[in-house]
């Protein structure tokens, strides 16, 4: 049995795969979601909006904004409407959210909504799937991890390094080598490795049935998706 932390990437998703059974850590890039949902993994949890409200802000942004701090709160970008899945471009999503609930999307929001649209369409498809997939947000994690949010920005190398050890002191010393050997920068940048642990450090959280859901109960969208972050 596995379960799997997943952050996208260049080239589509980075998943870091943990064995139950043995403890061992393996990844693989999917240059789609639809061949991630393939994996036969009890959790999959998962650094993107799911769950999208009609108009106005998610509580559990809100509420992750707030965990976070006004130093790293604006690491949680407010998810899309609904709407803007539809958008082919950045002015037409932004005119859609605009129309929807009188705010613009930021380009942030933009640049993972084809991302996002990929999730959705294949939770909708697959109300199995839905059981066992978790939306996280690897800021959110790490701040719950390191004890306190990191002030560090993840890009930085001073922020790099203290998310690195924390994945080192959990998952071994090697840990983030190994799956840094296993793609190539152009697929996989190092923050995009260091967020896929963070949600696979939530996977275990969540399978040992000790994870923090926010909000809790979660609300659910007009399609019945949860919209909650937990770590």
């Not at 920068?185 to 923050?191: Q, S």
Request: proline share 7%; aromatic share 6%; with cysteine.
């Amino acid at each position: 049995m596995q379960i799997v932390g997943v952050d996208g990437c260049p080239a589509g998703w980075i998943a870091v795969v943990e064995n139950l059974e043995t403890r061992r850590i393996e990844s693989a890039i999917f240059p789609k979601f639809a061949e991630l949902a393939e994996l036969d993994a009890k959790i999959i949890a998962i650094d993107i909006p799911i769950g999208l409200p009609e108009r106005g802000p998610r509580d559990c942004d809100l509420l992750a904004r707030k965990r976070l701090g006004p130093k790293r709160g604006s690491s949680v970008f407010p998810a899309p409407v609904r709407a803007c899945l539809g958008a082919t471009s950045h002015p037409e999503a932004s005119d859609l959210s605009h129309r929807a609930h009188g705010k613009r999307l930021s380009i942030q929001a933009w640049n993972i909504v084809k991302k996002i649209a990929e999730v959705d369409l294949a939770l909708r498809a697959s109300p199995a799937l839905q059981e066992r997939v978790f939306e996280v947000h690897p800021e959110v994690t790490f701040a719950f991890w390191n004890g306190a949010p990191i002030l560090a920005k993840k890009k930085r190398s001073d922020g790099k390094a203290i998310r690195r050890q924390l994945v080192e002191a959990h998952f071994g010393a090697n840990a983030f080598v190994d799956v840094r050997k296993q793609s190539t920068r152009d697929e996989a940048e190092e923050d995009d490795i260091l967020d896929a642990f963070a949600a696979l450090f939530t996977a275990e959280r969540i399978e040992a049935k000790i994870a923090t859901t926010l909000p809790d109960p979660p609300p659910r969208d007009a399609l019945r998706l949860p919209m909650r972050i937990v770590f």
